[in-house]
């Protein structure tokens, strides 16, 4: 079973960046697609973005597209979510997920595995 540990949150004025980094303890890391999610008090889990387990296939939420980038290391069993030109409405509780899959999906139905999340404050 896979557990799954990020890091990297905090407080950040608006307009600035931050790196978010989820560490795997499962050593079959590189066969799972990993994704980042957050949601905000009194909201529904979003998706932000997903990566297969080789890396080649990458996808984006619509409203992060252009502003978040994620990433994986396979050697390290991380991956992560950089984050620019952040924003108030960009703050949330962010969440590593990862499914038994080569390819990430953009449901969190369709996750296996979640982090215990990070607290990512945007101030203006």
């Known amino acids: 079973q896979a557990q799954l540990v990020e890091s990297g949150g905090g407080l950040v004025q608006a307009g600035g960046s931050l790196r978010l980094a989820c560490a795997a303890s499962e050593r079959s890391f590189t066969f799972y697609a990993m994704a980042w999610f957050r949601q905000a008090p009194g909201q529904e889990r979003e998706f932000l973005a997903g990566?297969?387990?080789?890396?080649?296939?990458?996808m984006y939420a619509n409203a992060v597209a252009g502003q978040f980038a994620i990433s994986r290391d396979n050697a390290k069993k991380s991956v992560y979510l950089q984050m620019n030109g952040l924003k108030s409405e960009d703050t949330a509780v962010y969440y590593c997920?990862?499914?038994?899959?080569?390819?990430?999906?953009?449901?969190?139905?369709?996750?296996?595995?979640w982090g215990q999340g990070t607290q990512v404050t945007v101030s203006l």
């Open positions: 990566i297969s387990s080789n890396g080649g296939t990458i």
């Open positions: 997920a990862a499914r038994s899959s080569f390819a990430p999906g953009r449901e969190s139905s369709e996750y296996d595995y």
